[in-house]
């Protein structure tokens, strides 16, 4: 077991490696195009590309506390932090998501602002940048998305690069639209569809580095059909106290309190339900305490109040049906 361990561990060190280098290559790309875009929309007087050139920062930001988040989170577990420093990759993405949401705030006012009192854009020049904008931002997702896509990290960054690439679209038709009519405002409408997608992903990111920081089951994990699924076992008389959270992007743990019908052998019993959990579900974090069902009562007193659904198996000679919501009654 200790082994498996290793072996996983080495592995999952080699590909933060190669994660970091391509983040660190698309961190590059973005920066360069960056300052390029703050200085032409500067000259320009365009709040379509400095908006872009704002978000574009928030892109480079991302991609360096990715690459910062990456190396903290190989770190082994030791000390008080006994999970390790997995979810410093949802801490992360939570900040991006949040620094999305003000960026949004922020340029919406501006953009605002710049509807009553339009300023003169050079509509050539938003055309050309925005243009090329969208190519940098195309190199720099297509980098990007080497790296693992599972994690939270990963995740924030990419929004922040695909968000760039529709918030480059839109200035590229916002130049064309000064350049033929000579209307500046639609410069402030387009920040206004860049801010719109700002929040949109900076909200996506903050709810799924919520669900991770408040334990909840991972996507595509119903805890109530998971039992179901769990007390269907030959053997399983009852699960309750099952809890199914995320440890970090990647990783989660499942835990209950399982009673094994006898003559059942609890760890034969156990055994299959980890095999289960690994194979259908791909967790391997999994803490099960197994019972004998016909044990004294007072056993069981501490799960009277048991979290969630208790599930137990159906009455009925062979059948594998399960009745879900069944509360044990106080003692």
């Not at 997995?86 to 602002?113: M, Y």
């Not at 990783?251 to 003559?263: D, F, N, R, T």
Request: with cysteine; aromatic share 6%.
């Amino acid at each position: 077991m200790s082994h498996d361990h290793g072996s996983h561990a080495h592995l999952r060190a080699t590909a933060a490696r190669a994660d970091r280098r391509w983040l660190l290559a698309a961190f590059v790309v973005v920066v360069v195009f960056m300052i390029a875009e703050v200085i032409a929309g500067l000259l320009a007087h365009s709040l379509a590309l400095i908006t872009d050139a704002g978000h574009m920062i928030t892109d480079a930001a991302a991609l360096l506390v990715a690459v910062i988040a990456s190396r903290i989170a190989q770190r082994p577990a030791k000390g008080a932090y006994t999970y390790g420093f997995a979810r410093i990759d949802a801490l992360s993405g939570q900040a991006n998501g949040i620094t999305l949401l003000l960026l949004a705030i922020w340029f919406t006012v501006e953009g605002i602002r710049r509807l009553f009192d339009p300023a003169a854009v050079h509509g050539g020049v938003v055309t050309v940048v925005a243009l090329v904008g969208v190519a940098v931002n195309l190199l720099a997702t297509w980098l990007a998305t080497r790296a693992d896509r599972s994690s939270l990290n990963v995740r924030g960054v990419l929004a922040h690069l695909v968000t760039d690439i529709w918030a480059f679209a839109a200035t590229f038709v916002a130049g064309l639209v000064i350049l033929a009519s000579g209307w500046t405002r639609a410069d402030a409408i387009a920040s206004f569809v860049v801010a719109g997608l700002m929040a949109w992903t900076g909200l996506g990111l903050v709810r799924a580095a919520g669900r991770v920081f408040l334990e909840g089951a991972p996507r595509g994990v119903d805890p109530d059909s998971l039992g179901a699924e769990l007390v269907a076992i030959d053997g399983v008389a009852e699960v309750h106290d099952l809890h199914v959270w995320q440890i970090g992007s990647g990783e989660s743990a499942v835990s209950a309190h399982v009673l094994v019908a006898a003559p059942r052998d609890c760890h034969e019993v156990s055994s299959r339900l980890r095999a289960l959990l690994a194979e259908q579900y791909g967790i391997g974090h999994v803490t099960l305490q197994a019972d004998h069902a016909d044990a004294p009562s007072h056993d069981f007193d501490r799960c009277v109040d048991a979290h969630g659904q208790v599930h137990v198996a159906s009455a009925r000679p062979g059948s594998s049906s399960v009745k879900s919501g069944v509360t044990r009654p106080r003692q």
